[in-house]
């Protein structure tokens, strides 16, 4: 049975979290995975480069590395690594770097 009601998300209210300093570079490793999962996912799906987003055509013009996206492109990645940061924080969890993995 579908739902009537129309969908209203309500994502965490993570305006009180404050990410530690050190979990910049964290933000960046998970921005760049992000995209590489995004990429990936698309790629399986038949999708290549092309100048120009195409749905019929499966282009797109952000199916490159992510060190060569546009910074707003970065942009939207990074704004989900940090809010999945946040989300991890506001729930209790504490995230620590393994000195032993360097």
Not at 46 to 68: F, K, N, Q
Not at 80 to 98: D, H, P, Q, R, S
Request: hydrophobic share 25%.
């Amino acid at each position: 049975m579908k739902n009537t009601k129309p969908y209203c998300p309500s994502p965490a209210d993570l305006s009180d979290v404050q990410l530690p300093d050190g979990l910049l570079e964290l933000t960046e490793k998970i921005a760049g995975n992000v995209h590489e999962v995004w990429a990936r996912s698309r790629m399986d799906e038949g999708w290549v480069y092309g100048p120009e987003r195409d749905d019929r055509a499966r282009t797109h013009p952000c199916l490159i590395p992510y060190g060569e996206l546009p910074e707003s492109e970065k942009e939207y990645d990074r704004k989900t690594a940090t809010g999945t940061l946040k989300l991890i924080i506001k729930l209790g969890y504490e995230i620590k770097k393994n000195t032993r993995n360097d």
